[in-house]
């Protein structure tokens, strides 16, 4: 069993940057692929990045390329999600996933922490 806690979320302006964290309890933490999604009021949850179990992997949506970058460090069980040059549209409730099933099902998520990025 794997518990998943975000933090880091809040409010900013455009153009500025935020850090999300996601710590993770259990041993098999470091075994995991991690993800990060996102959904906005009224969308559907989209994904956002993802990174194997030893970061040599890492995959990005296409809307937060180039502006994101995604990290872990599994001595202490966490993931992060550096976000630089933030827009409105990236407003959302930010959510961590661990343990890729298939495609954008995983097997662990968090409770999710909010992103909100004014204009």
């Known amino acids: 069993q794997v518990q998943l806690v975000e933090s880091g979320g809040g409010l900013v302006q455009a153009g500025d940057s935020l850090r999300l964290s996601c710590a993770g309890s259990?041993?098999?933490?470091?075994?995991?692929?991690m993800a990060w999604f996102r959904q906005a009021p009224g969308k559907e949850r989209e994904f956002v990045a993802a990174i194997s179990d030893t970061s040599d992997n890492i995959k990005y949506a296409d809307s937060v390329k180039g502006r994101v970058t995604i990290s872990r460090d599994n001595a202490k069980n966490t993931v992060y999600l550096q976000m630089n040059s933030l827009r409105p549209e990236d407003t959302a409730v930010y959510y961590c996933?661990?343990?890729?099933?298939?495609?954008?099902?995983?097997?662990?998520w968090g409770q999710g922490t909010q992103v909100t990025v004014s204009a």
């Open positions: 259990g041993r098999a933490f470091s075994t995991l692929t």
């Open positions: 996933a661990a343990g890729r099933i298939k495609n954008s099902l995983y097997a662990y």
